[in-house]
T-cell receptor, first 114, second 109 residues
């Protein structure tokens, strides 16, 4: 299995509180991604990173921010959690944008906002 | 804008009944098309990468093909253990990786 770890694996938080999810990799892959997965919507891209301090928005970035201060860590922050952000969050890593490698996924973080 | 559409949304097969899943895509410069398998409660598991039209790849009962507008995942003589959600994704020039909604496959004995 690819060396990718998400933490926490489960979290319950209250509406309006900030939440940070962490993705840690030991593969030295250049690209890192954050997705959310909801029934009927598949995997939707929130933000992605193509290098340290280099990030870009995905399809559903509103209400989320990210940071990547070193190659191995990609943090996803919900500035003020809302019930609509209850979801399963997946992190993925990929080596290059040349299309010659697959993306590996973490096991997911189940977030519940009450 | 990059877009991936998978069909059907759900597919029920009898064991041994071959079929195909479709993935239609539009992307500004295709770097790769990926197929994944996802079991309930788990992260997606990589199956194939296809890079150019005409390319084909096989793995056990699965075969993936690619044209300029779509990809097919052919399942030959499926078994119950092939039941899962199959996801298609495209990666563009900038590294962005976009997924379709998936096809939920159920294979009954």
């Amino acid at each position: 299995d690819a060396g990718i770890t998400q933490s926490p694996r489960h979290k319950v938080t209250e509406t309006g509180t900030p939440v940070t999810l962490r993705c840690h990799q030991t593969e030295n892959h250049r690209y890192m991604y954050w997705y959310r997965q909801d029934p009927g919507h598949g995997l939707r891209l929130i933000h992605y990173s193509y290098g340290v301090k280099d990030t870009d928005k995905g399809e559903v970035s509103d209400g989320y921010s990210v940071s990547r201060s070193k190659t191995e860590d990609f943090l996803l922050t919900l500035e003020s959690a809302t019930s609509s952000q209850t979801s399963v969050y997946f992190c993925a890593i990929s080596e290059s944008n040349r299309g010659n490698t697959e993306a590996f996924f973490g096991q997911g973080t189940r977030l519940t906002v009450v | 804008e990059d877009q991936v559409t998978q069909s059907p949304e759900a597919l029920r097969l009898q064991e041994g009944e071959s079929s195909s899943l479709n993935c239609s895509y539009t992307v500004s410069g295709l770097r790769g098309l990926f197929w994944y398998r996802q079991d309930p409660g788990k992260g997606p598991e990589f199956l194939f990468t296809l890079y150019s039209a005409g390319e084909e790849k096989e793995k056990e009962r699965l075969k993936a093909t690619l044209t300029k507008k779509e990809s097919f995942l052919h399942i030959t003589a499926p078994k119950p253990e092939d039941s899962a959600t199959y996801l298609c994704a495209v990666q563009d020039q900038g590294g962005k990786l976009i997924f379709g909604q998936g096809t939920e496959l159920s294979v009954k004995p």
